[in-house]
């Protein structure tokens, strides 16, 4: 079957717009094409009015920085695993600590007991393991080491509780500031911090708004909303009464 048919997206530069629907509507494939993992095999996908046919592959992901939902786990330090986020320029240490402290990854790589030299992965001996939600940080510390004009992400948030995710958002805005950033993700708190929320069923965009005006148009986006939030509801525990 057709991942995506009669598709049309439109992301202003400087726009972070999020990209929700169920499982098997399209999502992945929307960034796996973005990325030119491979290429569509109808129509076409521009930036700036170029179409990525046309641009080499290695310029192309110049341009690009990308957090998929699991983050590789590289048996490397921690100063060598953010450093990967921009290879070329050989970023120095301090680049490395600044970029580690605007994703909020300081904290976490403070307790190690080598802090960025710590080997990470248990592939060798003395390595130590982060949680999915610190890979998480240490990704979004890639990222920031990056600066590229587009950021891609997949459910940049999956292994986070909401606390941390909060968090995590906040620190991405600052990150995505003046960029063009698309963010996949199955999170209403996530796509509400976005400027314009895409709804995706089907292979096609069905719905596009802000947060309040998805709510109010009653499609899709809202019955999720309002099916979610009376799960919610009605799952908060009754106050018990003390026996005599």
């Known amino acids: 079957r057709l ?8 992301v202003p530069a400087g726009q972070i717009a999020a990209v929700v629907g169920p499982n098997g509507a399209g999502k992945s494939t929307l ?20 179409d990525l046919r046309r641009l080499p592959v290695e310029a192309l992901r110049q341009q690009l920085t990308v957090l998929f939902q699991g983050p590789i786990h590289y048996s490397l330090t921690v100063a060598q695993n953010i450093a990967l986020g921009q290879l070329a320029a050989e970023p120095s240490p301090a680049e490395i600590r600044a ?7 300081d904290e976490p790589v403070g307790r190690l007991p080598e802090q960025y030299d710590t080997l990470l992965g248990k592939w060798f001996a ?10 998480q940080r240490v990704a979004l510390a890639r990222a920031f ?6 950021i891609l992400l997949d459910e940049p948030t999956s292994a986070m509780d909401s606390w941390a995710e909060a968090d995590w958002m906040r620190r991405f805005r600052r990150l995505a500031a003046g960029r063009t ?8 708190t996530t796509a509400m911090q976005a ?20 709510l109010a148009a009653g499609g899709r986006y809202a019955q999720s909303w309002r099916a979610q939030h009376e799960l919610i509801v009605n799952c908060r525990p009754s ?3 003390r026996k005599k």
Not at 181 to 188: L, M, N, Q, V, Y
Not at 199 to 211: K, L, T
């Open 3 to 10: 991942a995506l048919q009669d598709f049309n997206l439109t």
């Open 31 to 50: 960034i796996k094409l973005l990325c030119r993992f491979y290429d569509p095999e109808a129509g076409s996908i521009e930036l700036d009015g170029q």
């Open 99 to 105: 970029a580690a402290r605007a994703a909020g990854a």
């Open 126 to 135: 003395g390595g130590a393991e982060l949680s999915g939600g610190e890979w």
């Open 145 to 150: 080491l990056r600066q590229a004009p587009l």
């Open 181 to 188: 950033a698309i963010i996949i993700t199955h999170r209403f």
């Open 195 to 214: 400027d314009v929320i895409h709804v995706m069923a089907g292979g096609q965009i069905v719905e596009s708004g802000s947060h309040p005006q998805l």
């Open 239 to 241: 106050r018990h009464r």
